[in-house]
């Protein structure tokens, strides 16, 4: 039998052993009691524990950064935490009337929405729009919508299909005798149209960018920043709003095959979307999780009692810690949610350590009573010293600025505690009504097989040594290219839809939502900062409210006026005064286009409208084809379809020309209050935006720009200063902390084992590991982000709690490394460590990137960590450990 000494058994050994047989004995009683008080603790967790998921309340207030955001959060309440409606269509007229629709419904939603505001949209911008043209761009438009006059009056009298082709087919005829004319970026963007509606990829003709001269784009946006009402109660605390807001999408008129496409993103979107995708990857973890974990267990316990015994065991730890939680913190964020996760991974390993003594000891032939004695004594020391440095470990994050982290130290800390306490009381207690014999036999052959890997590290220690000195070496070598992504986007899944409509904003400059913000006391200030800002080579532009109002307006308002007078009364488009015209008419109206086409091309081949010429009359040909094979209500549904196509944008973009001639001379002080607003706050400071020169997906380009702005305004805040801030501050939060606790752990280290030789041989194994991990980091190019880097907690606890395990065991039993490999300890350390990967590996396969990340870290990590303890240490403590037993702690 492998037992202690009575001679030499610790207090703590006594007090366990005795404390297991009480358990035992009164099994009934203590079950009772455990099922009663699991049934209270779990109402209470249900009725009292929330959920924070605002993660700016994970950092300490006290942060310089997080003073400055407070700050511009209260200047400016109306940008935190909003959504970003964008709205697309094929032209400007369709994506501006569509903003206007959606953004007057939403601001009658008072019940979803605290603040509406389309940047684009209104009358002001409407009437004044040209005045933020230059003055070389208005003479160009003014000149064109001379141009186009005839033609706008004809169609506006008749608007159909006819009318406009004949007015197009006068122009080109008119080009042809030698009237100079700009008729290039018309017959292009016809063109377009017609070869669009062939395809079946229909879009509208826009007459706005006809205007203005400029070829149109293939998409046109808006936006609408709407600031929902959360509650945070809730586990997403934008849903309802979102909700709505699509709602609200659809009563408008924006559906998913309309003309008008709607996507949301904006902060609270991207929240939503990565808690969905993030608790969704996690269900579809926990199912193959438990899966993988049952068959572990059944390997390592042989024994379905047993297996049910750690189940028991876990469940019980954990709605006890959930019950620590909600009493002590209340609520559980982000984060410390994450305790659930560590408690699997460690409260298993101390069932498990538990139970195989036990089954070690009852294979031995010693009677039930005596093993339960042994084991709990033995499990009850050993899971004491690893209690305490994983208690140690976990509440060395308390005194970080990284709040979330610390609730996530105070609980994980308290539950290690929790689950010493319920292991050596329910386990024993739930072993009266398992089994209580097992014949004695020689190892299973998992067993043998996990000893006779072993015995080749000690067989060959040498090669051990070399490998190990080797790895260090090339790991110390990659530790600098060690880095922290500070980029929250990338933690996201990439598939959603919230994240790519914001990474597209992103590729736009005056669209993109990363700048940053500056706030300046005074007008003067603003001008200064301004000039100052602009002069950075990592500042594209500054934007202020100084810059919504135009220079050179009087000039610019007189050619306004001669356009006026030019173009005459713009009369609007009336459907009344519609004459419909036949199938034949309209055919015969675009065979006179085509003849003209021909007849321009022959006669004015190097003419610079020749190329457009040519690819209308290519666009007609196949439009003809199309015509002569269709039925008769086809070709009626086609011509009318085209119909709509050319003329659909007419109305709106004369009455906004009408509008637009109608401009007058402002200042600040006439600008709207809902811009106004967002610029000059009430106290009187004024917002500066400032726009990046690089890309800010690019850390190092985001390091650039935040330092560089800091340097003249180091009060500056908004999403790149507290990205870059927030990253800082949780890696100084991790490197306190993990001071703290080696110091603690070392501290812990000594009293418990009075050796500097033992405390450096329980250490080394997590040093090394931790060294492998960070090295493969570089290698598999998973850096650390605000995700993964809380795997650090885990793989400290399981790296300390395995290599205790193995030289407690080592020095209560003076065992040498080839008994050692053989016995229940290295095995528990091996299927608690395998019950902890299959844990973990299967959040590699989450849509959402952050837990993805997490689960190669943890995955490497522990295997990292299983090696070295079970392949280097065990070569290290290739001697007895003589006369050190009675080192160990009393």
């Not at 035992?24 to 009663?36: D, E, I, M, Q």
């Not at 009626?636 to 085209?642: D, G, I, N, Y």
Request: aromatic share 8%; hydrophobic share 50%.
């Amino acid at each position: 039998m492998t037992t202690t000494n009575n001679d030499s058994e610790s207090r703590i050994y006594r007090i366990f052993a005795a404390w297991a047989t009480v358990c035992y004995r009164h099994s009934a009683w203590v079950l009772f009691t455990a099922l009663l008080i699991s049934a209270g603790c779990s109402v209470y967790v249900w009725r009292n524990l929330g959920m924070n998921t605002d993660t700016t309340d994970m950092l300490s207030k006290d942060l310089p950064f997080r003073v400055n955001i407070t700050h511009y959060n209260k200047t400016f309440p109306q940008d935190v935490d909003t959504l970003l409606v964008v709205l697309e269509a094929p032209t400007p007229e369709q994506v501006h009337q569509a903003t206007e629709r959606l953004a007057a419904r939403l601001k009658k939603d008072t019940l979803n929405f605290e603040d509406v505001y389309p940047p684009t949209a209104g009358d002001f911008f409407t009437r004044n729009g040209l005045l933020y043209e230059s003055v070389p761009e208005l003479q160009q438009v003014t000149d064109r919508v001379a141009a186009a006059q005839p033609l706008m009056a004809h169609i506006a009298r008749n608007p159909t299909l006819a009318a406009f082709v004949d007015v197009l087919t006068g122009a080109i005829e008119e080009l042809q005798k030698g009237r100079a004319m700009e008729l290039s970026p018309v017959l292009g963007a016809v063109s377009d149209t017609v070869g669009a509606r062939l395809e079946g990829a229909p879009r509208a003709l826009s007459w706005q960018a006809l205007f203005s001269g400029e070829s149109q784009k293939s998409k046109y946006q808006e936006l609408i920043i709407a600031k929902p009402k959360l509650n945070y109660d809730q586990m997403f605390p934008g849903e309802q709003a979102i909700k709505a807001l699509s709602a609200a999408a659809g009563d408008a008129g924006i559906t998913e095959n309309g003309a008008v496409r709607l996507r949301i993103t904006g902060e609270v979107a991207l929240s939503h979307d990565e808690l969905s995708s993030s608790l969704l990857g996690m269900q579809y973890a926990g199912i193959i999780t438990f899966i993988l974990v049952v068959v572990v267990l059944y390997f390592a316990m042989r024994a379905t009692g047993l297996i049910i015994n750690v189940l028991v065991c876990l469940a019980m730890g954990l709605v006890l810690t959930a019950t620590f939680a909600t009493a002590v913190v209340g609520h559980v964020n982000l984060i410390s949610i994450a305790f659930a996760v560590l408690y699997i991974g460690l409260g298993a390993d101390f069932a498990i350590h538990f139970l195989l003594r036990y089954r070690e000891v009852l294979e031995s032939g010693n009677p039930s009573t005596e093993a339960l004695h042994v084991s709990g004594g033995d499990a009850g020391a050993a899971l004491t010293a690893c209690t305490i440095t994983n208690a140690i470990g976990f509440y060395a994050f308390i005194p970080t600025d990284y709040s979330g982290v610390a609730e996530l130290g105070l609980i994980s800390g308290t539950g290690m505690i929790i689950s010493l306490l319920v292991t050596l009381t329910i386990a024993p207690a739930l072993l009266r009504y398992l089994p209580k014999r097992q014949q004695a036999v020689p190892d299973t052959p998992p067993k043998a097989s996990v000893g006779k890997a072993l015995e080749l590290s000690l067989k060959w220690h040498r090669v051990t040594y070399a490998l190990t000195f080797a790895a260090s070496v090339g790991a110390l070598f990659l530790l600098p290219q060690v880095r922290f992504d500070y980029n929250l986007l990338n933690l996201q899944d990439q598939k959603g839809k919230a994240i790519q409509a914001f990474r597209e904003l992103l590729a736009q400059p005056d669209l993109s939502p990363w700048h940053s913000i500056v706030l300046a006391k005074d007008r003067q200030e603003a001008g200064r900062l301004t000039l100052a800002l602009s002069e950075l080579p990592e500042v594209d532009k500054v934007v202020s409210l100084l810059d919504f109002v135009p220079a050179d307006q009087e000039e610019k308002l007189q050619l306004i006026e001669e356009m006026a007078l030019t173009v005459g009364p713009i009369e609007g488009v009336g459907q009344d005064r519609r004459v419909d015209s036949s199938i034949q008419k309209q055919r015969e109206a675009l065979d006179a286009l085509a003849a003209a086409l021909d007849s321009f091309i022959a006669a004015r081949p190097e003419h610079a409208a020749v190329p457009a010429a040519r690819k209308l009359r290519s666009s007609l040909s196949s439009l003809f084809e199309q015509l002569d094979t269709a039925s008769s209500a086809d070709q009626v549904a086609l011509l009318r379809s085209l119909e709509g196509d050319l003329l659909v944008t007419l109305p709106a973009a004369l009455e906004n020309l009408r509008t637009a001639t109608e401009a007058q001379l402002f200042g600040e002080q006439d600008l709207p209050a809902s811009l106004s607003s967002r610029w000059h706050a009430q106290s009187g400071e004024y917002r500066l935006a400032i726009y990046p020169s690089e890309d800010l997906n690019d850390n190092d380009a985001l390091r650039r720009f935040v330092r560089s702005v800091q340097k003249v305004a180091p009060e500056v805040t908004g999403a790149p200063v507290v990205t870059l801030e927030a990253g800082e501050a949780v890696v100084h939060a991790f490197v306190q902390a993990f001071l703290l606790a080696l110091a603690g752990i070392i501290v812990a280290l000594l009293v418990l084992l009075r050796s500097v030789k033992y405390m450096l041989l329980v250490l080394l194994p997590l040093l090394l590991s931790s060294l492998f991990t960070a090295a493969f980091t570089v290698l598999l190019d998973v850096p650390f982000n605000f995700a993964n880097i809380i795997a650090l907690p885990l793989l400290l606890g399981l790296g300390i709690d395995s290599s205790l395990h193995m030289v407690h065991r080592s020095l209560n039993n003076e065992l040498v490394s080839e008994m050692l490999i053989h016995t229940s300890t290295a095995r528990a350390i091996f299927y608690s460590a395998l019950t902890a990967l299959v844990d973990f590996a299967s959040l590699m396969f989450s849509s959402h990137r952050g837990t993805a990340s997490m689960g190669i870290m943890l995955t490497v990590g522990l295997a990292f960590t299983l090696i070295c303890t079970l392949v280097i240490l065990p070569a290290l403590l290739r001697a007895p450990a003589k006369g050190a037993k009675a080192q160990f702690v009393r």
